[in-house]
């Protein structure tokens, strides 16, 4: 993957819940920061497609579900909507578990456990973290490029959008 200009990253972003309910209070902060976090320092650009040129960003993303897939839909201000395209969550759905499980278990350790056990945890989530943002990578091949922190960042606002109770089926 070859640098990245100052215009290949998001701009704006919005999301629709995965779940279609309500967030809770919680899930709802955890949401802002996760797109706040995302939008303040990012790469992404669209990958060129059939010998015509990507359209430069900055990028517009919106994020949604439909038929138990991720929708991305990607915009600019000069061209409005450019691409969109669907990624299954079958891929991420056994990451997205373990994640969630590691990340109760850490939020749990730190209100008894001791700094060297509460570590442990974090580097276990940490982790998976990059396992998922390597597997969004690649899934995003071919259509999106982004660097790794940026990777990362769009697999926590998936899991901020999901609801959990839905990842057993």
Do not use: W
């Amino acid at each position: 993957m070859s640098s990245f200009a100052p215009t290949d990253r998001l701009g704006a972003l919005d999301i629709e819940a995965l779940s279609g309910a309500a967030p809770s209070p919680e899930v709802a902060q955890e949401r802002k920061v996760a797109v706040f976090d995302l939008l303040e320092d990012n790469s992404f650009r669209l990958v060129p497609r059939d010998d015509r040129p990507a359209p430069p960003g900055p990028y517009h993303l919106k994020l949604a579900e439909a038929d138990r897939k991720l929708v991305f839909e990607i915009s600019t201000e000069a061209d409005g909507l450019v691409t969109s395209f669907h990624l299954s969550m079958t891929p991420f759905r056994r990451l997205m578990s373990e994640y969630f499980a590691v990340c109760d278990s850490y939020y749990d350790a730190i209100k008894t456990l001791p700094a060297s056990q509460i570590e442990a945890i974090d580097m276990g989530r940490r982790g998976l973290h990059n396992d998922a943002s390597e597997l969004l990578q690649e899934r995003l091949d071919g259509k999106v490029e982004t660097d790794k922190d940026t990777a990362r960042r769009l697999f926590t606002l998936i899991c901020a959008l999901r609801d959990r109770s839905l990842e057993g089926g």
